[in-house]
């Protein structure tokens, strides 16, 4: 049995769903952005947000100049422990449900990660005319071959070598 009346199993969840986290965050180790995310996709979780990033995540991560927690048994209970506090101190005072424990509570609503706000492709067909080369015409038409492959873009530089720029006529001046 692990501290805090959690059994070993869910430790190794708990450690499995931080992790997830941070993956969103695109880190290996536990961020304040990461944090973020959890408060706003767990229920229970969204009474912690004020005090997230001011006074659990800050005592929860490694040292006073790292902006993040790397994720360990200890180091992720020692976050849920904090939590739970702090969400005992704003219910002033209620109990969790019977046979619970406010960590228990947290964890059992800690979800795996969910992707919101993420783009979806358009139903009005919009985006498929922008990716079929065969309408293009002019320059952007020299862009792609007949398979719609890109061939690396039209060569057009711009000779700026003259005294205005642009200028067409160089060594043409004394040229009668």
Not at 6 to 23: I, P
Not at 43 to 68: A, G, H, N, Q, Y
Not at 88 to 105: D, L, Q, V, Y
Request: proline share 2%; aromatic share 6%; hydrophobic share 30%.
């Amino acid at each position: 049995m692990a501290s805090g009346g959690l059994s070993d199993e869910e430790v190794s969840e708990l450690v499995d769903k931080l992790k997830q986290y941070a993956k969103l965050a695109h880190k290996e180790n536990l961020t304040s952005q990461a944090t973020g995310k959890i408060t706003k996709d767990n229920l229970l979780w969204k009474e912690l947000r004020t005090d997230m990033d001011s006074s659990i995540f800050p005592v929860c991560k490694d040292d006073k100049t790292k902006p993040f927690m790397t994720i360990t048994k200890e180091k992720s209970m020692k976050f849920l422990a904090k939590s739970a506090e702090k969400l005992e101190a704003k219910r002033k005072g209620k109990k969790p449900p019977e046979g619970s424990t406010w960590e228990k509570e947290l964890l059992k609503n800690l979800k795996g990660t969910q992707l919101t706000g993420v783009t979806k492709e358009s139903k009005s067909g919009n985006v498929k005319g922008m990716t079929d080369t065969s309408a293009y015409t002019g320059m952007h038409a020299n862009k792609f071959d007949k398979d719609g492959k890109g061939l690396g873009g039209a060569d057009a530089r711009v000779d700026n070598s003259g005294y205005v720029g642009a200028y067409k006529g160089k060594d043409t001046y004394d040229k009668k």
